[in-house]
Structure formats: structure tokens, C-alpha cells
């Protein structure tokens, strides 16, 4: 079955950037998603990519995908406090149905 | 307000009590499914629903039931809860629309301890 990795955790100094790596093995994917997950709330989405996309910016979020190698990433410039949280990658197949990574939880230092 | 709801946001309860939890949405859409997160593992599916009256498992299914017998509600049925089924569980939907990436929208979540 579809399995997705993640590093469980990242220490970041304000102002920094930080980037988040994950793994997939469903080449089918259609799209990529990134959650972030702040304490006690729901997943929002953050960001997706199509699968036939290698790059998506969108303010102080850049998506990478190496699709040949199944490697995600996503990069937050100019890292904030209020960008802690558990992060989660997703992948999503035809019929999107969604496959979890464990999540990486960020904490951001000041 | 566009919204995913679940209720209770907390509960503890003891082996072989049943409980539902409610989940609502108003934005009229098809897909629903639930999933539990737990540390490390990430969210896995429990059961999904394409349209009313419509369910199949999902990825860890055994020990839940779901009914969907209107469009807007999915409860997650625990006939006889475990202690392994403590867990963070949580309610999403989504339009089957094939124009958008289709995102899915998570309710807040249910913290369920079984004791």
C-alpha cells in the first residue's frame, strides 16, 4: 500500500528558514498536500501541488517536488513563532483518497 | 460560516460502553470520512462515505461502525470501545467536484480516552 515519511521533528531560530521533508511511494499520486496542525485545533491546508508541477511559491511557502525520486518538501522563509505546529504531508490518489505522513513537528526559537 | 463540526470535543469513557460521535457539515458536500491520529502514525482512515447511504472501510476499520443516512451527518459508532481505540479522531468533507484539487476540510477533532 501508499506509505508517506516524515522526520518527526525540527528546531528552527526565528527568523530562519525551515524545510520539511517527506518521502512517498504511491507513483500514482495526483496531488501532494501540506497540513499544519497548530495544538488542539484540526488540520488546516497549507499549500497542494500537482504532481506534474515541480515547484509552487506562495508567499513564505515553497513546495519542491523531484517526482522521479517521490521526495516532497516544503520551505517556510523568514520562520515565525506562530509557525509552530505538526506539519503533515498527504498524498492523494485518483480518487483522492488521502495518505498521511506521520507528521514533523516544528518548533520555532526565538 | 463554512464548518466541519464534532461532538463531544472530549470524552472518557470505559471498555464496552458504546458511543457515538456526531460529525456535521454544512457545506453540502458528498465525501465524508473519519480518521484517528495517533503519535507518529499520522491520520489513518478509518471509514469514508462517498454520498448518503454510501460507506466502505478504510484503512483500520475494525472496531467502528458509520452510518450516513443524510448528506450533512456521519457519526462514528464504537460498538464496544477498547483501550486501543484511545485516540485523537477527526471528521473531514469534500466536494467530489472533479474542477479543484478537492480539499478537505477537518473538523476540530475528538479526544477519546478508553479506560
Known amino acids: 500500500g501508499e506509505d508517506v515519511e516524515q522526520s518527526l521533528f525540527l528546531s528552527v531560530r526565528e527568523g530562519d528558514s525551515s524545510v520539511i521533508n517527506c518521502t512517498y511511494t504511491?507513483?500514482?499520486?495526483?496531488?501532494l498536500y501540506w497540513y499544519k496542525q497548530e495544538p488542539g485545533a484540526g488540520l488546516q491546508l497549507l499549500t497542494y501541488?500537482?504532481?506534474?508541477?515541480d515547484m509552487k511559491q506562495d508567499q513564505r511557502l515553497t513546495v519542491l517536488l523531484n517526482k522521479k525520486d517521490k521526495h516532497l518538501s516544503l520551505r517556510i522563509a523568514d520562520t515565525q513563532t506562530g509557525d509552530s505546529a505538526i506539519y503533515f504531508c498527504?498524498?492523494?490518489?485518483?480518487?483522492?483518497?488521502?495518505?498521511f505522513g506521520g507528521g514533523t513537528r516544528v518548533l520555532v526559537k526565538p | 460560516e463554512a464548518q466541519v463540526t464534532q461532538n463531544p470535543r472530549y470524552l472518557i469513557t470505559v471498555t464496552g460502553k458504546k458511543l457515538t460521535v456526531t460529525c456535521s457539515q454544512n457545506m453540502n458536500h458528498e465525501y465524508m470520512s473519519w480518521y484517528r491520529q495517533d503519535p507518529g502514525l499520522g491520520l489513518r482512515q478509518i471509514y469514508y462515505s462517498m454520498n448518503v447511504e454510501v460507506t466502505d472501510k478504510g484503512d483500520v476499520p475494525e472496531g467502528y461502525k458509520v452510518s450516513r443516512k443524510e448528506k450533512r451527518n456521519f457519526p462514528l459508532i464504537l460498538e464496544s470501545p477498547s483501550p486501543n481505540q484511545t485516540s485523537l479522531y477527526f471528521c473531514?468533507?469534500?466536494?467530489?467536484?472533479?474542477?479543484?484539487?478537492?480539499?478537505?476540510?477537518f473538523g476540530p477533532g475528538t479526544r477519546l480516552t478508553v479506560l
Open positions: 501541488i500537482f504532481s506534474n508541477m
Open positions: 498527504a498524498e492523494g490518489d485518483a480518487g483522492n483518497k488521502l495518505t
Open positions: 473531514a468533507s469534500r466536494s467530489t467536484g472533479r474542477s479543484s484539487y478537492n480539499e478537505q476540510f
Open positions: 504511491d507513483s500514482s499520486s495526483t496531488y
